[in-house]
């Protein structure tokens, strides 16, 4: 199973940008998926999560109203696009995969998801 993100971007506050995240070796219908950051000298925290069916996602309350995690399920791939982007959410950006939907209380749990993609970097300045 590999995890292949892409969208990497230098953008003003203000702006927006679209993460897209192709997953290869199973299947995206079958898997729950989620979008993890780590900024520079922190730890890595959650984003956003969508689950098997991509009727529910979730979103960590620094990006909800902003950001939204979708998945299209014929390409294979999941997609995370960002608007308003404030200075705070420079980061490398990760893409997860776990083989089942995730309970709701354990989403944000890194340890939940058994495959990541390499990162990709966002850079919002002013």
């Known amino acids: 199973v590999q995890l292949q993100a892409s969208g990497r971007g230098l953008v003003q506050t203000g702006g927006s940008l679209r993460l897209s995240c192709a997953l290869s070796g199973r299947a995206l219908s079958s898997s729950g998926m989620a979008w993890f950051r780590q900024a520079p000298g922190k730890e890595r925290e959650f984003v956003a999560a969508s689950r098997r069916s991509g009727a529910i996602a979730n979103y960590a309350d620094s990006v909800k109203g902003r950001f939204t995690i979708s998945r299209d399920n014929a390409k294979n791939a999941v997609y995370l696009q960002m608007n308003s982007l404030e200075l705070e959410d420079t980061a490398i950006y990760y893409c997860?995969?776990?083989?089942?939907?995730?309970?709701?209380?354990?989403?944000?749990?890194?340890?939940?998801?058994?495959?990541w993609g390499q990162g990709t970097l966002v850079t919002v300045s002013s």
């Open positions: 997860a995969a776990a083989p089942n939907s995730i309970i709701l209380s354990q989403v944000t749990y890194s340890t939940r998801y058994d495959w």
